[in-house]
């Protein structure tokens, strides 16, 4: 069951930086949000509306706050584990509904913060931009929007002018991850499977850093070898679609979609299956085959959010398709 808790005006909830798994409801009072603007690095307030709930990224996500929980005045909350915060999401829809229209005000906000840093006076192109992203987070210290960042880039500038320095902060950036839950591998009271997860990302980055210097050959036994001798099945769904990447890098357009489907049928809630999806149509429309590329194209339009770089392109390659 949630704690109801009293905190008195000017108290801490909790700090930037602070690692917890605590979900808060504010039933009476008011409560700010502290944090520094992505754009700027000015300070940011927002204020917690009674019946609000904030602190749930982190929790979920079980990395640090990204924001310090300020009481303004004296407040009574409902705090929640993540299991039991989870429990009461299940049976009340509109909390779901409330929480999603958080989240995309949220979601918004920062994509409209990155379109600007990355049009910024600096004139930043996107593939600059992006690595800049990366930059930004890991120079605060928030390694897993770090690791997201990077590997976005080398998805999309695989052989990009940032690339091996991307591919270097990735893998500096996991290992800080890896070290903050425990994980270590300089520590030789890790358990063995800590170590071996540490080896399996080494063997990841390195089969990324040999494809972003279009070593294809060797990245993609690299990439196999990672599916056939590891028990990771993080790290072999992200091997799996880096070797439909190798593929179609190739040229080798049949092998990428039989790839990409056989991946698809595997993985069905892959991170990158709509990524997949258009490497799938891209491959189609290689080979002369525009209905079948149209289709996957408007699958991807049907799948994935306006706003994203896939349907972005998606949404370019079928105009092209129905300008010729």
Do not use: W
Not at 37 to 59: C, H, P, R, W, Y
């Amino acid at each position: 069951m949630p704690k109801a808790v009293q905190y008195k005006a000017n108290s801490i909830v909790y700090f930037q930086g602070d690692i917890n798994e605590n979900v808060y409801i504010l039933k009476t009072g008011k409560v700010g949000l502290r944090y520094s603007d992505i754009e700027t690095g000015q300070e940011i307030n927002d204020l917690i509306q009674t019946g609000e709930f904030f602190g749930v990224k982190s929790a979920l996500g079980k990395y640090p706050r990204e924001e310090t929980a300020i009481v303004l005045q004296d407040s009574a909350m409902l705090v929640f584990t993540v299991p039991e915060f989870e429990q009461v999401c299940l049976n009340n829809t509109r909390i779901i509904m409330k929480m999603l229209r958080i989240f995309s005000n949220q979601l918004r906000r920062i994509h409209k913060q990155v379109r600007n840093l990355i049009s910024s006076g600096e004139q930043l192109n996107p593939e600059t931009g992006l690595f800049r992203i990366g930059e930004y987070y890991n120079n605060r210290g928030n390694f897993k929007q770090a690791m997201y960042a990077f590997r976005r880039y080398l998805t999309y500038y695989p052989t990009g002018k940032y690339a091996n320095e991307a591919t270097e902060n990735l893998q500096r950036a996991e290992g800080k991850v890896q070290a903050g839950a425990g994980r270590s591998p300089s520590s030789s009271s890790a358990p063995a499977s800590g170590r071996e997860m540490s080896d399996i990302a080494k063997s990841y980055y390195n089969a990324v850093s040999l494809f972003s210097q279009q070593k294809l050959p060797e990245a993609l036994k690299e990439f196999q070898k990672i599916i056939n001798e590891s028990d990771s099945a993080e790290y072999s769904a992200k091997s799996h679609f880096e070797i439909g990447r190798c593929f179609f890098a190739l040229n080798d357009f049949d092998r990428c979609i039989q790839h990409y489907t056989a991946m698809i049928q595997k993985y069905p809630k892959h991170p990158d299956l709509v990524e997949a999806l258009f490497f799938v149509g891209n491959c189609y429309e290689k080979k002369k085959d525009m209905a079948k590329a149209g289709s996957f194209y408007s699958k991807i339009l049907s799948m994935a959010q306006d706003d994203t770089p896939v349907y972005r392109k998606a949404k370019r390659a079928l105009d092209g398709l129905k300008g010729e």
